[in-house]
């Protein structure tokens, strides 16, 4: 099993900044990639962006240029950069971590933390 705690959600103005964490903890060592997620009311959940173990990143192009995520492999962490925010980013961010030991590949999910972003 693997746990997942989110941090760093909020309110924020457009235009500002928010800091997303997430750290693993757990039976992590077959864990090759992580994410953030986001869910907005009456959408369905999108990737916003993703890190692999190696550092490999990929991100939705709605967020390119604005977020950047970095992960920490010592502290089991993840991170969201969010910069230049829109009201089109509020949603429930989830941070997810892909569990290569199984086949096929199982998902874990955090619990999800609220970001609001006020225009």
């Known amino acids: 099993q693997v746990q997942l705690v989110e941090s760093g959600g909020g309110l924020v103005q457009a235009g500002g900044s928010l800091r997303l964490s997430c750290k693993a903890s757990g039976k992590i060592f077959s864990i090759n990639t992580m994410g953030w997620y986001r869910q907005a009311p009456g959408k369905q959940r999108e990737l916003v962006a993703s890190i692999t173990r190696d550092g490999i990143t990929n991100y939705a192009n709605s967020v390119k240029g604005r977020f950047t995520i970095s992960g920490d492999n010592a502290q089991n962490t993840v991170y969201l950069q969010m910069n230049s925010l829109k009201p089109e980013d509020t949603a429930v961010y989830y941070c997810?971590?892909?569990?290569?030991?199984?086949?096929?590949?199982?998902?874990?999910w955090g619990q999800g933390t609220q970001v609001t972003v006020s225009s």
């Open positions: 997810n971590a892909e569990d290569w030991g199984t086949y096929p590949p199982y998902d874990y």
